[in-house]
């Protein structure tokens, strides 16, 4: 039942995201330059990740692949986020696309960088877990946080530079702005409440028998979204 909702829960995890950054930018192209980041470092963990694995015969868990593409959505947008707000601070103060770019490219990649490396080593450490599902993701996991580090620290600088001002157009002011981060939290609620509802029924199940699994970190993280975004839309 859960796999079958695997795909809706991605394509309402993308929208999300859509909305947030473009409520966050006041603009559509950031959002579609954070998930074309995203995009090319889950086809190259996908890729690295399925020939690794069969040259050194691991095992995957079915649920692995979803799994990892939610993963890179979240920390790769994230680290997308640091260089377009790094870059607009530059480019609203005058500066030229490739001086932004430069600038928040010594400015974001270490931390992005650091941030990578740090969340990479946590979730490689799933393989000392007691659990043997926890070792069966840690090793993907954490290959999947540092390809995705890799390529947002190397393809974001390359696109602020290309197109300068121009991924801050197609501005959302007036009415349709001031809608998008109610937008963004009705899809967040759907997304939890809705299409996610037989993870959320899974957690629940899981709390009651004294058992913490994925399932009760996964809701655990989605309620601190859904709460920090109620207190920051406030």
Not at 20 to 41: E, H, K, T, Y
Not at 184 to 195: F, M, N, S, T, W
Request: charged share 10%; net charge positive; glycine share 12%.
């Amino acid at each position: 039942i859960v796999l079958s909702s695997l795909k809706w829960l991605e394509a309402a995890t993308v929208a999300a995201v859509f909305f947030i950054v473009a409520f966050a930018f006041r603009s559509l192209l950031a959002p579609i330059a954070a998930l074309a980041v995203a995009g090319v470092a889950v086809l190259f963990t996908l890729h690295v990740g399925g020939a690794l694995a069969a040259r050194y015969h691991i095992a995957v868990p079915q649920e692995a692949q979803p799994l990892l593409v939610a993963l890179l959505l979240g920390v790769v947008t994230d680290y997308a986020v640091f260089y377009l707000s790094a870059a607009r601070a530059q480019m609203e103060g005058g500066a030229d696309r490739l001086t932004a770019a430069r600038w928040a490219t010594a400015q974001s990649s270490p931390i992005v960088a650091i941030a990578g490396l740090t969340a990479a080593a946590g979730t490689s450490a799933l393989v000392v877990a007691g659990s043997p599902t926890f070792r069966a993701f840690g090793p993907g996991m954490g290959l999947a946080v540092l390809i995705g580090m890799i390529v947002a620290v190397t393809l974001m600088p390359a696109l602020l530079g290309i197109l300068g001002t121009g991924i801050y157009a197609l501005k959302l002011d007036g009415t349709f702005g001031a809608a998008l981060p109610w937008l963004a939290g009705g899809l967040a609620v759907v997304l939890v409440l809705g299409l996610g509802l037989h993870v959320l029924r899974m957690a629940v199940s899981s709390l009651r028998r004294g058992i913490l699994n994925q399932h009760v970190l996964v809701e655990c993280g989605a309620f601190a979204g859904l709460v920090g975004g109620a207190i920051g839309a406030a």
